[in-house]
């Protein structure tokens, strides 16, 4: 290939003149990105095609072992493309301008990096904020860690995780939205929303990432990086909805994910990547690998070495390598060897050059990084006031015997005790990458701050993982002088997250043991649970009064938990996801399918466990408030409806307590006799109501025939005639039920 060498003026003055022809015309705007794309593809050396396709980590590193340094070098050499793990509005400029001012075509970086759950104020970590079922506040903890991260000088975010999670043994449940694939779906695209904005070129949005491509939460025994096996309908019913969903809501990148897929290493899945994510979805982005994902195709056993991995990536679609630097070293060998072509390289360089040009970076390479906007913008009370928000709306109330919560502000002398009551780093949660553990709020903060009038003990009690008991002694002698005990126990925020499975869902260490002691005390006790998945707890289930599930709330933590403790808040969140009662039950979820031997407690030869319920401790969408509802009758427009009818579901809901709340009425749908055996229920529709107490409100849904589309025998999608089953209630288990025909 000739070598063009050109100056700054010369390419300028191609740049200069593809953007005035392109303005001449009245061509969609993806098409005028597209000439200027090709305006500068056509000048790229095959080196510095190459090096666009290079995903390095800077000295920064948080996500994996150190591969190689000598990054800036490789910056000012035109080897890398992009860069992760480096953000600050000073610190990306610096590196940009290695890029701008000493490469040949100046072409612009791109900065990643793990903005998982907020990115200087920590929001909750996403199963909590999927707890809160509430789309707006989602977008809203997205759309602030957007700000904050652009203006550290990022352009990139890994982020929504979009695995559905059926196994709480895996670390990464702390990541995701749960076990249902409507709401995940939802949640996915509120979170691309928030992250994107409605225009990528403004320089407070950032660029969502889909991840991890696919079906990485169905890890076999919940072990992180494991295999997953399953069938086609379970991939499309359950699993890949969520990446759909954000993929039609805008986000334009993708991230493969480690594990293989019915023994097809992800990152080598010609089947995903190609077949399904463009030709089926039409996906017009860029796919990054994880971490060193294409060296790991030779610990998979399906790569030979460097050159055989490389080959197997590009083939199946992936355009841009995280770390492993394999593509830099194999491509061009490979391209001699015509092992692959150079339009595989270009559609690639073409893929990841467009998302630049739609940043804006070749207009202005520094444009994120303003100084001045960074000091404005982090840790600023309206982020500080979003982060108490969500926080609050992600608690779940599981239990309130004797209407223990909330408590008396008046109330004279409070025990908080635990290893959780007053750990900031905890308080984060996991994959709270930029974010300062010190500006977190602890739970014992802030009940101070809440009653500073009250008298407040505090015992740390044990660790959060040690066998030393030698704590727990101290914490019951406080236990014994206060009127009420808020006990928090879980997780270590670093037992949630990647390469964090479990095979025991217990407290960890000695806390069950802490409990236990305390609550031989006599006193009334409000169990604070922080946790990145569904944790065991049937012990506290049947002996504390009232337990309130926290997960990790974020840099406003202990305020938010304050606030639902004092009655500031009623709490609202819901489970997004089931609550086993042992480690035994797994995988347990509310959509499972009907068997040919239901449960009967009364025939040996049925499903069921000999030693254990069927039943979950927890149901999905199960949380209760402060005050109670009562659901009337469900009614339908009619009995019957076609294909081209929408069908109005309504029911009564009645705040029959004595406090303000609100509730989350969900409708589910069972299909009755159809081709495949179906769940026994589906998330269909779900709305909030806000009820004074003895008001009450009426609740319409509107089913129309999509809501009842399936993957039918043959694998089409559609409808089947016949009967169906409406459930709508408070959660998956306790319903109101009706029925109509689809004729």
Known sequence: MRIRKLSEITLAAIMSYTILSCSKTTMPYSDVVDQKVDSILMLMTLEEKIGQLNLVTSDMDVTGPFIRKGYEEDIAKGRVGAIFNAYGAGYTRKLQELAVNNTRLRIPLLFGYDVIHGHKTIFPVPIGEASSWDLEAIERSARVAAEEASAQGLHWTFAPMCDIARDPRWGRVVEGSGEDPLLGSLIAQARVRGFQGTDLSQTNTILACVKHFAAYGAAQAGRDYHSVDMSERQLREVYLPPYKAAIDAGALSVMSSFNDLN???ATASKYLMTDILRNEWGFQGFVVTDYTSIMELLHHGVAADTLDAARLALNAGIDMDMQSGFYNSALLKLLNEKKINEEQINQAVRRILRIKFLLGLFDDPYRYCSISREKETLLSNDNLL??????????VLLKNQNNLLPLDKNIKTIAVVGPLANSQRDMMGSWSAAGDWPNSVTLLEGIKNKIPGSQILYAQGCAID?????????AVKIAKRADVVILAVGEAAWMTGEASSRASLDLPGVQQELVERIYSTGKPIVAVLMNGRPLTIGWIDQHIPSILETWFLGTQAGNAIADVIFGDYNPSGKLPITFPRSVGQIPIYYSM????????????????YLDESNDPLYPFGYGLSYTTFDYGEVELSSSEITETD??????????????????????????NVASVAPPVKLLKQFQFVDLKPGESKKMVFKLTVNDLMFYRDDMSYGFEKGQFTVYIGGNSRDVRTAFFSLN
Do not use: W
Not at 386 to 395: E, Q
């Open 593 to 608: 399918r009907s068997t040919g031997r239901p449960f009967d407690a009364n025939n040996k030869y049925t499903s069921k």
């Open 466 to 474: 040690d066998s030393n008991t030698g704590m727990i002694d101290e």
């Open 386 to 395: 979003a982060a108490r928000d969500m926080a609050k709306k992600s608690i």
């Open 263 to 265: 023994g097809i290493p």
């Open 646 to 671: 929408t069908l109005d579901i309504s029911v009564s809901v009645t705040n029959t307590g004595k406090y303000y709340g609100r509730e989350m009425v969900q409708l589910y749908i069972h299909d």
